[in-house]
């Protein structure tokens, strides 16, 4: 495999360069060792660029990121930014980085690792072999729509209104991901809305269908509340494969499938926008953490949630699927030898560094490789 693919690798701040460094001697093995190479730059976001140029993203970067096949990004944001207006902030780097990439949709995996089944708040039963998929609107519904806004009735009482919108086409792309992505899973997709209550729910129902019945018939399409896709979503979240839903309910239901599986440093994400004519689509992964301040410099660090970021891009971005596994397998592997990052630290096991955990990554994938 040739270097004919290029990646745009941006740490940003606080834990983000910690977690990325281990990320790279991953990327260097898969190089090396399976002849998968990409063209990598590396540039600054967030804070890391408002102290080297004044922006939290310049022209050129975005312009970098537009070019790339992938981004992979660290974390932005700390203390030190905390204080800077609202549109200088690190965040904003984020903000601009997804909106200009057009990145309409969010995929939030919730995987449940055999050896942290006791990290997670419910029952070992529930949890145990969890692996689902939430495919969340991005960039449509109530936090964008219009009209919006507070306005004084007078008399001490005021008004505030979000609209909720939706379109077609933005319905039938998010959906057509979700189908996608089944596809390559366990075949099923499950749209959540509110067609109770909500004519953007209705429109979102009766689209999901309408593609489903035109490009999707061979993948099994269910339709749920999004308040009872909640409710399952504790009670027996292993009924689930893919979940589509808007930006508002996607928001909410992807924060409470993630703590289904413990940790916020085991967590992945990836964003994606449209496929281009050469069947390119623009694609962002990065951890669903922060920058961590409190934890930066101290080596404590957990890479994994970074490096599942990039098995997810080789799977998403490249289909490098066997790739994708291998660095999964590695990754369980190091968990159940019991080598853990102070965040998931248990009983009965042993806590190491940053680099030691991506010393561990290494040897598990020369293992499993050999
Ligand atoms: P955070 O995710 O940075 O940290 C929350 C807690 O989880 C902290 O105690 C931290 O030590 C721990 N933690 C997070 N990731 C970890 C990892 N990989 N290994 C071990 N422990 C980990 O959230 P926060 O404290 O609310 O925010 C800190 C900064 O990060 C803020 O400036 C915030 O704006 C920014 N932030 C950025 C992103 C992003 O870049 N996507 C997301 C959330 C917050």
Redesign the pocket.
Known sequence: MTANRSLLILP?????PE?MGQVRRVIDWMGEKRAVRFEVEEDLV?GAAIDAHGTPLTDATMDKALSADAVL???????K??DLPFEQ???RG?LRLRKDMELFANLRPAICFDALVSASTLKPEVVAGLDIMIVRELTGGVYFGEPRGIEDLGGGERRAVNTQVYTTSEIRRVAAVAFELARKRRNRVCSAEKANVMESGVLWRQEVDKLHEESYGDVELSHIYADNCAMQLVRNPKQFDVIVTDNLFGDILSDEAAMLTG???MLPSASLGATDETGRRKALY??????????TGQG???????LLSYSMMLRYSFDLGAEADLIERAVEDVLEQGIR???IVSEGTTEVSTEAKGDAVLAALDRLAG
Do not use: F, M, Q, Y
């Open positions: 940003g701040d606080g834990i983000g977690c967030g990004l660290g974390a932005v944001g700390g203390p930014w905390d902030k690190p965040e984020l940790s916020l440093g990065e951890p669903v953490h922060g920058s961590a301040p409190d934890i404590k660090a957990n890479p994994l949630a970074c990052t102070a965040d």
